[in-house]
């Protein structure tokens, strides 16, 4: 009986040995410590989230790297949001006829708006329709079999403001929208990968409009000394101008902005945002055009109280913006306000 023992002693004590070296180089070592972190992407954010371009802001971290997930929605209308070292992803399917609820906290739509930037946003290049602002970044993809647009946006510290550290934003952006295509069942050509993203000079440029302020005309009423603008390539969700005076400060006197698929979804707000198909109203004017099969796309231009425009330039200066922005993305049907 006592050999028995010894034998079973001989036999266990190796294998509690070999177990404890396998958890200790399972927990130590570089190769255990991605596995576990694959293994809990496998569960985190629905599985959405790809572990390479992940981990090129977390080092493979589950903590602090993955601080936590939230679920909404269902079907057309569902989302995640979800913590990526110190970034902050929505995922988000958006049916082409939803309207944002300013009452409602959460829903997609309403978190589309991130915080400002210092920078104007640029296109993502590569074939996606996506913009950066190197603090949010955008990817859209238009589903051809369901009337819905998959979101991803990322919004990011200010950290993150220079070109390295937004190509591999935008890279976790266009590997996650992939990802929740497939498992979303959303069917939409996708881009390649995207390459370092530089900073465009947008500082103020005095002489004529360029690129997104192309063709704007100036005030009569108003001395406008600069403007500022980026390259327009006709793939960004976001495209925006501003033309501005330099008297005793440095001011901006107007604002224009064309936003395309659920960014021009997420300003039309029946109670307090842009309604209808094109209008005005004392500080600003607005208008649309059809792109493809999603929601119209919006041109918005508003003054600033610095500004004193002369009767009818809101709606003047709307026309050349509008007209320009909707022929590069390929927009029809664009309605002006009268």
């Keep these: 009986m006592k050999t028995m023992r010894r034998i079973a002693l001989y036999v266990a004590l190796p294998l509690v040995l070999l177990l404890a070296a396998g958890y200790g180089w399972y927990r130590m070592s570089d190769t255990g410590k991605r596995w576990r972190y694959e293994d809990r992407l496998a569960t985190y954010c629905e599985g959405l989230i790809p572990a390479v371009e992940s981990a090129a802001l977390t080092s493979y971290s589950i903590d602090p790297g993955l601080p ?48 400002s930037s210092g920078h104007l946003p640029v296109a993502i290049g590569a074939g996606w329709q996506g913009h950066t602002d190197f603090r949010g970044t955008g990817i859209v993809l238009n589903c051809t079999n369901r009337p819905a647009s998959l979101v991803v946006t990322v919004s990011a510290e200010e950290s993150h403001e220079n070109a390295e550290e937004t190509g591999k934003i935008a890279r976790l952006a266009t590997a996650t929208a992939e990802r929740a295509a497939e498992r979303w069942s959303c ?106 099969r999603g ?21 003047t200066a709307l026309r050349a913006f509008a007209e320009r922005a909707a022929q590069r993305h390929g927009c029809t049907d664009l309605k002006l306000p009268s």
């Design 68 to 115: 936590g997930d939230r679920t909404g929605g269902a079907d057309d209308n569902r989302w995640d949001k979800c913590g990526v070292a110190d970034t902050r992803l929505l995922v988000a399917l958006i049916p082409y006829d939803a309207v944002r609820n300013r009452y409602v906290s959460g829903e997609p739509l309403s978190m589309l708006r991130y915080g």
């Design 187 to 292: 069917d939409a050509p996708h881009g390649s990968r995207v390459p370092p993203i530089p900073v465009q000079s947008d500082s103020p440029t005095p002489g004529n409009t360029t690129g997104t302020c192309a063709g704007v005309p100036a005030p009569d009423n108003d001395s406008v000394d600069w403007h500022r603008g980026v390259t327009a390539p006709g793939t960004a969700l976001l495209e925006t101008c501003a033309l501005g005076e330099t008297k005793a400060r440095y001011e901006e006197l107007y604002w224009f902005e064309a936003s395309f698929g659920p960014y021009a979804q997420s300003l039309r707000t029946p109670d307090d945002g842009y309604w209808g198909d094109a209008g005005s109203d004392r500080h600003s004017a607005w208008a649309s055009a059809a792109c493809g």
């Design 295 to 315: 929601p119209r796309a919006l041109f918005t231009v508003n003054d600033t109280e610095y500004a004193s425009p002369s009767r009818g330039y809101l709606r």
